[in-house]
């Protein structure tokens, strides 16, 4: 009895004296693994701190791209813009550039009559001193002396006709209606000069502006057919390239594009120089058509 109370004194000294010891490793693993993970939640602290300060520069730097292409998008905008307006800019001086050259085409083929006329009034005068010594010589018609005689046969003279006006009054004032907007009053002052004087230099020109009459009022049909009438009895005639460029844009409105493409393309081909070509040009840039310079280039 007394050895066993000895025995359990002293396992239970044993376990005193060994437990502190064990109480003491686990603290000490606790502590190890509380800062362990204290150091690992500092860790990614740093690293979330690290990745949202990344964040925010990639941030920037996707709104600055965004911006800038912004801007990009918007000089391209406004260069297709300016472009844009360049070309209708280019086409409006165009025509005015080709009103104009028209304009004084018409006063040089109006000069040209004038001198033309001069001319002309010039020569009967030199012919009428020409003739004033032959008319003196002439003898008195007998039976009566001192009296000029009627020759045998000649016929009493026949009131004289009514004449047209002379062809540059007809022809200014169809010009001063058309250019007034008085249409239907320049296309019979057109008609007339046509009637009277269709063999005067200025009839291709009279030619050219009913067929524009004719345009302007929407009878692109008839404008065609006139358009052709100053190509083939006038082609030398300087309102032959701008009656080839108003057949094709009259053949566009019939909606025949082929015909109308082709003769943009014939215009260009005879007349490469003028401004009616360089219109056509324009035109079939805007059809998408292909214009004769640039098929031979190819």
Known sequence: MKTRTVTIVALLTAMLALGPSTAFGVN??????????????????????????????MKNLIEQSTDNVNKVNGAILDLQKALQQQHTDSGARADQLSGQV????DTLDELKTRLAKISQQLDAVQQAQTNLPAAGQQQMAPGQPGQPGQPQGQQPQQPPQPQA???????NNALRDYNAGRYDLASQEFTDYMKFYPNTDLAGNAQFYLADLEYRQGNYEQAVKDYDRVLQDYPDGNKAPAAQLKKGYALLELGQRSAGIRELNGLITRYPRSIEAQQAKDRLRKLGGTSASSARQR
Do not use: C, H, I
Request: hydrophobic share 35%; charged share 20%.
């Open 28 to 57: 000490k693993e606790m502590v190890q693994l509380q800062t362990q993970v204290q150091a690992l939640q500092d860790q990614m602290s740093r690293m979330q701190q690290s990745f949202d300060e990344r964040m925010g520069v």
């Open 165 to 171: 006006p002379p062809p540059d009054v007809v022809y």
């Open 102 to 105: 028209q304009s004084l085409n």
